[in-house]
């Protein structure tokens, strides 16, 4: 049986670590023995935080308290996710584990405007530095896009190393309400089932562009057109400055499906992306998606094109448009846990 270790900066319900808890769900338990370490303690037992924890057999750990060269004594597989994951992982002395990493966004993009130009910058040519000597076995990218990103600043001899694996949902979770479960529980939450539902989910912050977002829906709106804006950041303010009676703020969401489920559209207006797992999760959930046009969206709209469409192709024509395809197995955390355990394995 193999032994792996995930290594995430902390154990909350975000993109990159959901990511993760997807794969935890769907990897064979008698095939995989599964580890989860956190840089940071973990700060929340919310029921889907400790489902995840009872399926790691060999325990949840953090490395304020144990010491990550010690942990990997007994694993087979290292499988880094973050800055800081990655650069723990690169120090290890131990060349017996397999190293891999998964990166998921493009670093001189994201960085800079996330922590400043001279902050995000250096945080940039550090990371890429921690990949590059770190001795990594497999360089993934979460996306076609963040792997032709990564072959553009990785070494020659590590370029081999580099491949892509979209991430996935699990669909279990995020899955479509037939129209009368649907109508029932836009009744329950107190909207019409006339109404065209329109959602953003994520954090409100300047690389999403959440203001530029509700600037184009207050353009775009049309009679019983709402838009579900759940998140919070630092740019809440500016956002509820701008917006009208027909946005409605949720702030953050445990269980974010249950909006997705009564919408008919999703929105994201981002100037960079890795491969959003908001979006995956809506549409798994039957919404069509409106996206800006940048290399991952295209990305996301090229392999499901009757689910997704670029946001300036957004009109009034346009809103009849549904997604009726249920077959989403190319946005499923299974297609991807397949994908990840021939690394393992190999």
């Known amino acids: ?3 792996i270790g995930f290594l995430v900066p902390e154990i909350i319900n975000c993109g990159p670590v959901n990511m993760v808890f997807n794969i935890i769900q769907c990897i064979d338990c008698e095939m995989f023995s599964v580890m989860l370490i956190s840089v940071r303690k973990t700060k929340t037992n919310s029921d889907y935080v400790n489902n995840i924890r009872s399926k790691c057999k060999l325990g949840v750990f953090d490395l304020e308290i144990f010491s990550l060269q010690d942990l990997v004594l007994n694993l087979d597989v290292i499988h880094s996710h973050g800055y800081y994951p990655d650069k723990i992982v690169a120090g290890l002395k131990n060349d017996s584990v397999k190293k891999i990493t998964t990166i998921h966004c493009q670093f001189f993009k994201d960085y800079l405007q996330e922590y400043g130009k001279i902050k995000g910058f250096f945080g940039a040519l550090l990371h890429f530095y921690y990949l590059n000597t770190g001795k990594f076995d497999y360089h993934v990218g979460c996306s076609q896009s963040v792997k032709e990103y990564l072959d553009s600043y990785l070494l020659k001899r590590n ?3 580099v491949l892509s694996i979209n991430n996935g949902v699990d669909q279990n979770i995020f899955f479509p309400l037939n129209q009368r479960e649907k109508t029932a529980r836009r009744k329950k939450l107190g909207f019409c089932e006339k109404d065209k ?23 775009k709106a049309i009679e019983n057109s709402i838009l579900l804006i759940l998140g919070t950041g630092n740019e809440l303010a500016e956002c509820e400055a701008i917006a009208t009676k027909k946005m409605i703020f949720l702030g953050y969401q445990e269980n974010p499906q249950k ?45 499901n094109p009757y689910k997704a469409d670029v946001i300036d192709n957004l009109t009034e024509d346009k809103l009849c448009v549904k997604n009726n395809n249920n077959n989403n197995h190319n946005l499923s955390a299974q297609k991807m846990t397949e994908q990840y355990v021939k690394l393992y394995l190999g």
């Open 159 to 161: 370029k081999k190393k």
């Open 197 to 219: 539902i329109f959602i953003y989910a994520g954090r409100l912050i300047r690389r999403k562009r959440v203001p530029e977002l509700i600037t184009f829906f207050n353009e």
């Open 1 to 3: 049986m193999k032994k």
């Open 259 to 303: 909006y997705y489920q009564i919408s008919d559209f999703v929105l994201s207006m981002s100037s960079a992306e890795g491969y959003p797992m908001s979006i995956l999760e809506a549409v798994s959930c039957g919404c069509y998606a409106f996206l800006s046009d940048i290399p991952s969206h295209q990305e996301f709209i090229n392999l």
